[in-house]
C-alpha cells in the first residue's frame, strides 16, 4: 500500500471502535519540561464571590504543558496575596521560583467580572506586566488562556498559543454503522463542539487564517469534496467536487486561496483555488501522485508530497507553478508536510526501518530531527507560534488519540479521549 494516496486506503487505518462525542480531550505530559524550564509561582486568584472558572489553575496548567516553566504546587506557598501590595518578598524567595503570578476576581459592570493580575520577578519585586479586564463569566477560562500568553510572551519574547483551538476528526462505531465528528476544543482539550455530525467520514480538517472557517473533506452522499465552513454560523459551501479525489485542502496565508488535490485530470495533481473570484489554476503536471498541500507564510510557494521520485518525498513550487524542487533526502518516506509560521521548520510523516515517525527539517540547513516515538504517527500541525507539533497516532488495539510533542522532542504530551477514536488534528491561528 503506498500511503501518501490521501483518500480511501487510509481509512481503515483511521478509526476503531469509539465512544460518546463531545467529551473533553484529557491531556497526560508524557516527558516534563526543558531543562531551560523557569520556575514560576501561580497563585489562586483572591474573590469574595462565587466564580465559574480556576483561573489561577487554568494559567498554572498552560505554562506548565508548554515546557518552558515549572510551577509548584499552592500548598508550598508561604502566602495567598491577591495582589503585588501583600506580597511578603523575602518569604517566596525560600520557594525557589523567578516569577510570582498573583490576581483577583471581584464583581464588575452589568453583571460582568472584573479580573485583575500581576506578574512580578521575585528578586526586585518589581511589576513586569499588570492588567484589568471585565469579561462575562462564561469568558473566565478564554481570558485565563489570554493571561497565560502574556505571562508566556513577558518572560520569553515569543507569542503564546494557549488561546488558540484545535480541530479534530472523531469517530464512535456502532451497530448501525460509524458515526463521524468534526470537532474544535480549546488548545487544553477544553469546551469541545461539534462543527459537523455525518454518517461518512470527514478528513483533513484546515483552520483558516481568520480561524473563523474550517475546510475540510467530507463524504456525503458517498462522493468526496472539499467544504468550507463557518464555524460559528454553520454556512457551509463546497468548492471542489470534481470526479475522483478531492482531497487535502490548504488555505493561503491571506485566507483568499485553497489549494488542494484533484484527479479531476487523470491522476492527483495540486491546484490553487481562488475563492474571492473564483477560477481554478493547476499547479503541478506530473504523472506522479501529488498530494497533501501546505503553503509557505508567505504565500508564494507550496509544499507537497509526490512519488515522481520513486517514493514519497516532499517538493516545493510555486503558487502559480513551475518546476518543482526536492526538500527531502533523508529515509525512503517523507508526507504529510506543515510549515511552522516563521518559515524556518517544516513537520513531516517519515518512515524510517518501517515505522512511522513525526520528524521536523530545518528549512535552512536541512537538519532532521525525530520528534516522536514511532508507530502509526501522522498528520503533523504546527502549533501557532510554531513551538509545539499536534498530531495523530494509536495506542492500545489501535485506538486513535493525539499528542503533542516540542519542536526540540523534549516535552511531549497525549490527548485522548476515554473511549472514543480520535484523529486529524489541526492547530489554529494565534487569537482563534
Known amino acids: 500500500m503506498n500511503p501518501i494516496l490521501p483518500i480511501v486506503l487510509f481509512l481503515s487505518l483511521l478509526f476503531s471502535v469509539g465512544g460518546v462525542q463531545g467529551e473533553e480531550l484529557t491531556i497526560e505530559i508524557t516527558r516534563g519540561v526543558a531543562d531551560s524550564a523557569s520556575p514560576i509561582a501561580v497563585v489562586p486568584f483572591g474573590t469574595q464571590m462565587p466564580v465559574t472558572e480556576d483561573m ?26 491577591s495582589e503585588l501590595s501583600q506580597v511578603n518578598f523575602s518569604d517566596w524567595r525560600s520557594v525557589q521560583v523567578d516569577h510570582l503570578v498573583v490576581g483577583q476576581i471581584r464583581p464588575g459592570p452589568g453583571g460582568d467580572d472584573t479580573v485583575q493580575f500581576q506578574l512580578a520577578n521575585i528578586f526586585d519585586g518589581k511589576p513586569l506586566l499588570e492588567r484589568s479586564y471585565n469579561v462575562h463569566p462564561q ?78 473533506v467530507s463524504f456525503e452522499g458517498r462522493h468526496m469534496q472539499i467544504v468550507v465552513q463557518d464555524i460559528y454560523s454553520g454556512a457551509r459551501s463546497v468548492v471542489a467536487s470534481f470526479p475522483g479525489i478531492n482531497g487535502a485542502p490548504a488555505w493561503s496565508p491571506n485566507g483568499q486561496r485553497l489549494a488542494f488535490a484533484l484527479s479531476r485530470d487523470g491522476n492527483p495533481e495540486i491546484y490553487v483555488y481562488n475563492l474571492t473570484g473564483g477560477g481554478l489554476l493547476r499547479v503541478t503536471n506530473n504523472s506522479a501522485i501529488d498530494t497533501e498541500p501546505a503553503w509557505t507564510p508567505d504565500g508564494n510557494n507550496i509544499l507537497f508530497t509526490s512519488d515522481r521520485g520513486g517514493s514519497p518525498q516532499i517538493y516545493e513550487v510555486s503558487a502559480a507553478g513551475g518546476q518543482p524542487r526536492r526538500l527531502t533526502f533523508e529515509g525512503d518516506y517523507n508526507a504529510r508536510p506543515s510549515v511552522s509560521s516563521d518559515g524556518r521548520y517544516m513537520a513531516m ?10 520528524a521536523v527539517q530545518d528549512l535552512q540547513n536541512g537538519q532532521v530531527r525525530l520528534l516522536s516515538e514511532g508507530g502509526l504517527d501522522e498528520s503533523p500541525s504546527f502549533a501557532p507560534n510554531g513551538r509545539m507539533v499536534i498530531y495523530a497516532t494509536s495506542e492500545g488495539r489501535g485506538r486513535g488519540v493525539l499528542a503533542a510533542v516540542s519542536v526540540d522532542g523534549r516535552v511531549r504530551q497525549r490527548l485522548q479521549l476515554r473511549s472514543s477514536d480520535v484523529r486529524e488534528p489541526a492547530w489554529s491561528p494565534l487569537g482563534r
Open 349 to 358: 510523516v517519515q518512515r524510517r526501518g518501517g515505522v512511522f515517525y513525526i
Open 56 to 81: 489561577a489553575g487554568i494559567i498554572a496548567g498552560d505554562l506548565k504543558r508548554s515546557g518552558r516553566f515549572e510551577v509548584p504546587s499552592p500548598q508550598s506557598y508561604p502566602q495567598r496575596p
Open 139 to 216: 469568558q473566565l477560562r478564554r481570558l485565563a488562556h489570554v493571561i497565560s500568553d502574556l505571562i508566556y510572551q513577558t518572560l520569553t519574547g515569543e507569542p503564546g498559543a494557549f488561546d488558540s483551538r484545535i480541530a479534530y476528526v472523531t469517530a464512535n462505531r456502532g451497530p448501525g454503522g460509524t458515526d463521524y465528528a468534526l470537532m474544535v476544543a480549546d488548545s487544553d482539550g477544553y469546551n469541545p463542539q461539534v462543527v459537523l455530525r455525518s454518517r461518512e467520514p470527514l478528513m483533513s480538517p484546515a483552520w483558516s487564517p481568520d480561524g473563523n472557517r474550517l475546510a475540510y
